[in-house]
C-alpha cells in the first residue's frame, strides 16, 4: 500500500512539473517566510531559521527571475568599498610629489622666517644675559 500511494504521489509531482517548475505555487505558499529575511529572522529574542531551506529558496528565487518577475525578498545591497588595496606608498608617491613641489615653492620665505626667528631669539638671550 505504502509503495502505491508514494508512486501516485510521484506521478502526480512528475505531472504538474512537466510544465516546468511550480514557481507560482511556492511562491505563494512560501511568501510570508520570504518576506522575513534571507537568513531567518530574530523573534522574542531568539534566532529562527526561515521555513524554507536555502537551497530551496535558491531554485525559487532563480525559477522566478529566469520567468522575467521580480524578486523583491533580497536585502537592500550595501555600497561597495572604495578603499583601494595596495600598499600605501605606492598608491600616493604622487601627492607626496606635488605637496614637495608646493612646500618648495615656499621654501625661501620659511628660511627667511627661520633666520629672523633665530635672531630674535639670539637677542633676547643677550638681553637677558646683560640684565
Not at 3 to 11: D, L, S
Not at 42 to 67: D, H, Q, T
Amino acid at each position: 500500500m505504502a509503495g502505491k500511494a508514494a508512486a501516485e504521489t510521484a506521478a502526480a509531482t512528475a505531472a504538474r512539473w512537466a510544465e516546468g517548475y511550480p514557481w507560482r505555487e511556492k511562491l505563494a505558499k512560501f511568501k510570508g517566510e520570504l518576506g522575513k529575511g534571507v537568513w531567518g529572522y530574530w523573534e522574542l529574542g531568539a534566532w529562527k531559521p526561515l521555513g524554507i531551506s536555502a537551497r530551496k529558496r535558491a531554485r525559487l528565487r532563480k525559477e522566478v527571475l529566469l520567468a522575467g518577475e521580480d524578486w523583491t525578498y533580497d536585502p537592500p545591497r550595501g555600497e561597495m568599498r572604495t578603499k583601494r588595496k595596495g600598499h600605501k606608498c605606492d598608491r600616493i608617491s604622487a601627492e607626496k610629489r606635488a605637496n614637495t613641489v608646493e612646500l618648495m615653492k615656499k621654501m625661501p620665505q620659511m628660511l627667511l622666517d627661520y633666520k629672523k626667528r633665530r635672531w630674535e631669539k639670539k637677542m633676547k638671550e643677550e638681553e637677558s644675559r646683560k640684565s
